[in-house]
């Protein structure tokens, strides 16, 4: 299977429940993060976890592997990289129901080299708009 854009966004609902402490989450934490279904959920998350990126268990929840933690920290860290290239350089308001969609597109897409010119350009910005962490890239 190929990473996907629908795996990565799991893979990032995943990374966004471990921050705010869910190490391990349930399957209705991770179908609420994502505005899908818990049994399309579950089914996203079997595959996934074929891929080796996702531990998943009935009745306890899924959790990340390392290898899929470290997928979804370079997601996340573009996701937040594409906000302020957004708002910092091109003042564009993410929040007003426009450009929200336009971040998440940026997020797959974007090289990691461009993050980095980003983020030097920055100076190496330690946090989103949204006052969440933005993970280390090469530059930093
Ligand atoms: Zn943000
Ligand atoms: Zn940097």
Redesign the pocket.
Known sequence: MEITESVEEYLEALFILEEKGKKVAKISEVAGELKVTPPSAVEMLKKIEKEGLVDYRAREGVALTKKGRRLARRIIRNHRIAELLLTEILSVDIDDGLHEGMVCAIEHHITDEMA?AV??KLN?PRICPHGNSIP??K??
Do not use: Q
Request: aromatic share 0%; glycine share 12%.
């Open positions: 980095d983020c030097t190496h280390k890239g530059c930093c």
